[in-house]
């Protein structure tokens, strides 16, 4: 199974960016559909984005919809998020996911790999 590692968490005032990144590991970062998630301290897992395994094809949560953007390199096993125009409700651990799926899905039970999480913590 394909392990990951995010990184590119930190704190950050309301209305700043940062941008996050997930590396992968093997040769078959292409057959893997990737997701972002987010959790909150006492909530549930969270949607956030997702990017289809070649063409690139990206769906957002309502939530995060015109500030994020996910994007992916197959070339250097990575894909990244990047997040402008953040507000305090965006304050959680941010989660990099993979799934074998061939169609779009929002759901965590529906990804088999999972990276530690990075914290992302926006000021107001």
């Known amino acids: 199974q394909v392990q990951l590692v995010e990184s590119g968490g930190g704190l950050v005032q309301a209305g700043g960016s940062l941008r996050l990144s997930c590396v992968a590991s093997?040769?078959?970062?292409?057959?893997?559909?990737m997701g972002w998630f987010r959790q909150a301290p006492g909530k549930e897992r969270e949607f956030v984005a997702t990017i289809s395994r070649i063409v690139g094809s990206t769906y957002y949560a309502d939530s995060v919809k015109g500030r994020f953007t996910i994007s992916r390199d197959n070339a250097k096993n990575t894909v990244y998020l990047q997040m402008n125009s953040l507000k305090p409700e965006d304050t959680a651990v941010y989660y990099c996911a993979a799934t074998t799926s061939a169609l779009t899905t929002t759901s965590p039970t529906d990804f088999g790999s999972w990276g530690q999480g990075t914290q992302v913590t926006v000021s107001s």
């Open positions: 093997g040769r078959t970062f292409s057959n893997y559909r």
